[in-house]
């Protein structure tokens, strides 16, 4: 009945009659054709260039709150104009969405893992959109719910757990949640031995909350007016907010965030401040927040670091004389004084370390697959790397929440190897798998095949790209191309469930590890940003022709999908090579780089400038995005089909962005290609939260993209 009520829900809006009421009750004709935004007169100017911009107004000017009704009344009319053009899709949508559905394991938990004298794990019941908490005591006894995320969602349209955590004695749970997307979370203390709520209560994080103080304190941090975290606070439980104690606010650079966290052995709290490129840290005694703070070294432009502390020794993570970062140590006494222990490489790109009781570990990427390797603190020289069979896949270091651990909680997967959890024994080199993901309609990786390729770019640059797809698939059947690019992240050649109902089709799918993530190495992120940010999109458009040149595809067989910052991606290629895509699903798009590079009133942007450049100081700034800028590049030619989303709510990218790139590409594009955008009215960056609600919208976008390739099954 669960699964009726929600199918239901989930389809009312696709599957409404040609005539439907509105509020009032009267009858509201379904639209035959699609919505065309009002021109407004508007323009600005900086280093002497004019640009014209008729479409902001659908920027509402009093935003974040929006309530102006023209600016409502036009995404209402694109939402009805992508209702009434997918609904004829929609048994294809129910197709796909039972079949994704399908492939979920409904009554699924994960592993428990132990932290102090209890075991935690999460559950999903048949039929339930968010999860359970649970814990037991490691001596015996029963379960224990803690936290049920369904009683926190009834009654709102979104909801997201945010911080998660249980005090060090075990008595307390901290959690914040995030009733309507607009990543404003309210904190919230539970009683684990009352199971009763305190009466504490703290609005506006946007941060983790650090026990402190021997569990009488959380650190957390507030969002500004503009979602800017500047600040760590600390609360003592029992006393009023307004009585909360600022121990760091950042006031040197706006575009700074300020975070917190423990050391390995939670005896300092490390207090970190930076940006995309330069970072800052603070440290204190967790027993005594309020005490004196240790500057580990003081900020540098470019220069990025962070740090643990293990027995009076402080542990530095830093790029200041490789690209791809050493690791050094320092005494507590003397913090800025670094020590190399592990020299930077041109190989070996060390992404992360953690330290435990008789070992650390050190985390990196070598020829852009994942290293996971186990390091003496009484020789340097031993080294023991975690070894995986398979040529390409993911892996890292999962829940490790005690510093004397014996075994590893490990994560990995392939393209063709579902999630997988195991147990790495310290003293044997054993790899336990403890689970892997289950699929209920079945899954036989035998049918399926992973590749590995180089694509040469058009400056010679050689670009990974990883695919899977069947077997028996046709040679230059459709494929589809998914890539990010952007802030140094890299796409994980991981697996998905959803993938498979293109891939079962005939499509090939394919991602391409571009410039701008740091697949290879930092130097591979750098060469992606800045006044090489073209990079990104060049390697995209390059991937995609060295793939048909391959034989993996034709010209036009190519669907394309990207989010945020890979929707800006979206928003590049389609705009200079458009015959290349039979299909194109971009997700919340950063589309308007240049006007919201321009305002550094808006969240994000002073944080954005290191990524992007300051088009506000530097006129060359100004011209090489607006070069590339995906709403101020759109020309009078043919687009291939788009589905584009937005988020009401969303403080990422701004709803404006892609409502102003899809009303200026409605007025300017030639031919009769499908344009349709879909703005969620209650939720924010990543869409609707249910698990189910967010399976039914991925289910929306790949009935979309095989109504547009022509695949059999849709119309």
């Known amino acids: ?57 659908l920027r509402d000017q009093s935003y974040p709150t929006i309530d102006d009704e023209d600016v409502l009344d036009h995404l209402k009319a694109e939402n009805a104009w992508f209702e009434a053009r997918m ?19 409904e009554d699924d938990s994960t592993v428990p893992q132990r932290r102090g004298d209890y075991l935690y794990w999460s559950e999903f019941e048949e039929g339930a959109e968010y999860r359970k908490y649970y814990r037991k005591p490691v001596a015996g006894g029963d379960d224990v719910l803690i936290l049920d995320e369904n009683a926190l969602a009834e009654g709102v349209e979104y909801f997201r757990l945010g911080a998660f955590s249980v005090s060090q004695n075990g008595r307390y749970l901290a959690y914040s949640a995030d009733t309507n997307g607009s990543e404003r979370f309210t904190a919230r203390i539970k009683d684990l031995e009352t199971g009763e709520l305190l009466p504490d209560e703290i609005p ?8 402190v103080k021997n569990d009488t304190a959380l650190v957390y941090g507030t969002a500004d007016d503009n979602w800017r975290v500047h600040d760590a606070t600390m609360h003592v439980l029992g006393t009023p907010v307004s009585e909360d104690v600022e121990l760091y606010r950042e006031t040197i650079d706006e575009g700074f965030r300020v975070g917190t966290g423990l050391s390995a052995q939670e005896d300092w709290l490390i207090i970190s401040t930076g940006d995309n490129e330069t970072s800052e840290v603070r440290l204190v005694p967790a027993s005594d927040p309020t005490a004196e703070q240790v500057l580990v070294k003081p900020r540098q432009k470019g220069v990025e670091y962070d740090v643990d502390v293990r027995d009076g020794m402080v542990w530095v993570h830093t ?53 996971i390797q186990l390091r003496s603190y009484k020789d340097a020289n031993l080294v023991k790397p975690i070894a995986f069979a398979e040529a390409s896949f993911s892996a890292g270091l999962s829940n490790n929440p005690e510093y004397d651990q014996d075994t590893l909680r490990l994560a990995y997967e392939s393209m063709v190897t579902p999630d997988s959890v195991y147990d790495y024994h310290v003293a044997t080199g054993e790899l336990e798998l403890l689970k892997q993901q289950e699929i209920p309609s079945g899954y036989d990786p035998a049918l399926y095949t992973t590749e590995r390729v180089e694509i040469a770019a058009r400056d010679g640059t050689m670009v990974p790209v990883s695919i899977i797809m069947r077997k028996d698939r046709p040679k230059t059947g459709p494929l589809h191309l998914y890539a990010y690019g952007a802030y140094g992240y890299a796409v994980p050649p991981g697996f998905s469930t959803s993938r498979l109902s293109l891939v079962d089709r005939g499509y090939a799918y394919a991602i391409a590890h571009i410039r701008g993530g740091d697949d290879l190495g930092r130097k591979w992120y750098l060469q992606g940003k ?63 780089v240049l006007s919201t590079m321009l305002d550094g009133e808006l969240p994000l ?29 759109v020309t009078a030619q043919d687009y291939p089909p788009m589905l584009v989303t937005a988020g009401l709510n969303d403080p990422r990218v701004t709803y404006w962005e892609p409502a102003k790139w899809v009303a200026k590409l409605r007025e300017v594009k030639t031919g009769d290609s499908e344009l349709l955008l879909k703005t969620n009215m209650g939720a924010g960056h990543g869409g609707k939260s249910g698990r189910f609600q967010s399976i039914y919208e991925t289910a929306e976008e790949v009935a979309f993209i095989l109504w547009q390739m022509g695949v059999a099954g849709a119309e």
Do not use: C
């Open 530 to 592: 800045l006044n090489e940010r073209t990079n990104t999109f060049n390697d995209f458009v390059d991937v995609a022709k060295g793939l048909v040149a391959k034989g993996y595809t034709e010209k036009g067989r190519i669907s394309i999908s990207g989010g945020s910052a890979g929707g800006e991606l979206m928003g590049a290629v389609v705009n200079t090579d458009p015959e290349l895509w039979g299909a194109v699903v971009a997700h919340v798009p950063f589309v308007d």
């Open 204 to 211: 506006g994080t946007l941060s983790d909350l650090v026990w």
């Open 319 to 371: 790029n200041d004389d490789h690209v791809n970062f050493r690791l050094a140590t320092a005494k507590l006494e003397t913090p800025g004084d670094w020590t190399t222990l592990i020299s930077g490489s041109d190989e070996f790109y060390l992404t992360g370390f953690e330290l435990f009781k008789d070992f650390y570990v050190t985390e990196g990427r070598l020829r852009g697959l994942d290293q």
């Open 1 to 57: 009945m669960r699964y009726a009520a929600f199918l239901s829900a989930a389809s009312l809006a696709l599957s409404a009659p040609l005539h439907a009421q509105n509020s009032e009750g009267t009858t509201v004709p379904q639209p035959t054709s699609p919505p065309t935004a009002e021109k407004r007169d508007h323009s600005y100017s900086h280093h002497g260039i004019t640009i014209s911009d008729p479409y902001h107004w």
């Open 605 to 633: 942007t002073p944080g954005e400038w290191p990524e992007w450049g300051n088009p506000i100081l530097s006129k060359q700034a100004f011209a090489y995005i607006l070069s590339y800028s995906p709403y101020d590049q």
């Open 87 to 105: 609904k004829p899709q929609q048994p294809l949508v129910d197709e796909l969405f039972a079949e994704m559905k399908a492939r979920i394991k």
